[in-house]
């Protein structure tokens, strides 16, 4: 025989306020641990979406980034003269050569100066980036000192919108339009013609070349041949792998630091629960006493109390995730610990994150409602029924 659902809701309902305070603790640890996948999962995406599997990047062998890859002109006329780079309609090779470099801006309203990625890409950069759309004003010409920004520059960025001038290397450029890469990290990026970039930071070589394949299907063999070439000191990766790998350090540091802090304060949101559910028990001793004596075992018992746990928990879960839910609002900065350079992202909640979250706060729940439950169906019916 077992206790209605309802006697369980009621019993909830009779101690508004402890329930109430015993849920938003609950719901407190449950937004901690949403948040801080969601913050994990917003950076992943971010650079993740950067790169696309039909584009193919060069970069120096060994070398993590684009800002520590050096490839000379010669290597770079190599991979330039390879068949496999797939062609527009207008017969010209979808290849960029391009230059990474990092340049201190100061941040529009702290003041603070910030690391931003300066790329320098060829004609046919921006059509390699689908993604990516000019949004406020034209394109930079070819060969002259000026620039695109990123929408997220244009944001937090003093003196970088359109019309505007920033002193990059040995001159000044003069911002020609924004452009918008969605929720990628390019939005965080100036961009501007290579050659002209390359005098002005007086580079003689290219931090990484983007080409499009001609036939996605044969990356593998491409790989092969560039990499076994004894001319070239590359290597090659498919672009949205290697973006994937820049979120690796930063997304794994983020999910210890807030999975850690999610533990110790389940701690007292567990033991809260717990005085919560002790109480009930005392309080209800000689109810129990009466369920006991008119036929209920001692497994019902058992089971009304870590049911009302659980929906004393999922209650505090859900409310929790509501709140979290809103931070996707919010778009966030922050440095990326690969690149040294600013990258602007948004958190981004998924049905996995849900239910991650709504299973912690029930895991919550039935610790912290274990041990009173258990002393609940280990009373005396004499002794509870005395107690009335």
């Known amino acids: 025989m077992r206790l209605p659902s309802s006697y369980i809701l009621r019993n909830l309902w009779t101690r508004k306020l402890t329930t109430l305070l015993t849920a938003l603790g609950m719901a407190l640890v449950v937004f901690v641990f949403a948040t801080v996948l969601m913050l994990s999962k917003g950076l992943e995406q971010t650079l993740v979406a950067t ?89 930079f010409r070819p060969g002259a000192r000026e620039i695109i920004v990123g929408n997220k520059i244009a944001q937090n960025f003093a003196n970088a919108g359109i019309g505007k001038k920033l002193r990059l290397g040995l001159g000044e450029w003069t911002i020609t339009g924004i452009f918008d890469a969605g929720k990628t990290g390019f939005s965080s990026e100036i961009w501007g013609d290579v050659d002209q970039l390359m005098q002005a930071f ?56 807030g999975l850690s802090l999610s533990a110790i304060f389940s701690i007292g949101a567990m033991i809260g629960a717990m005085i919560t559910m002790y109480a009930s028990v005392a309080n209800r001793t000689a109810e129990i006493g009466t369920l006991r004596a008119i036929g209920f075992p001692r497994s019902s018992i058992l089971q009304a109390f870590l049911w009302e746990s659980l929906a004393l928990s999922l209650l505090g879960g859900i409310v929790g995730l509501g709140i979290a839910s809103f931070m996707q609002l919010l778009t966030v900065s922050t440095m990326n610990w690969q690149t040294f350079s600013e990258l602007a992202f948004t958190f981004t909640l998924t049905p996995t994150i849900a239910w991650q979250a709504l299973l912690f706060s029930l895991l919550m729940g039935l610790v912290g409602g274990f041990l009173p439950a258990i002393r609940a169906a280990r009373m005396n019916i004499v002794d509870a029924l005395r107690a009335a």
């Open 51 to 139: 790169g696309s599997a039909d584009n193919v990047i060069v970069i120096r062998h060994s070398a993590e980034t684009e800002i520590q890859s050096v490839i000379d002109r010669e290597q770079a006329a190599i991979i330039a003269s390879l068949p496999d780079t797939a062609y527009d309609v207008a017969g010209i090779p979808l290849l960029s050569k391009e230059l990474v470099v990092l340049m201190v801006l100061p941040k529009k309203d702290q003041g603070k100066p910030s690391n931003v990625t300066v790329r320098g890409i060829s004609d046919t950069g921006l059509t390699l980036r689908p993604q990516v759309r000019l949004t406020q004003g034209e394109m």
């Open 202 to 257: 007086r580079r003689n070589d290219y931090s990484s070349i983007i080409f499009k394949l001609a036939d996605p299907s044969a990356f593998k063999q491409t790989e092969e041949k560039i990499e076994n070439d004894q001319r070239l000191t590359v290597e090659v990766k498919r672009e949205s792998r290697f973006y994937a790998e820049q979120s690796e350090m930063m997304s794994r540091f983020l999910k210890i630091l």
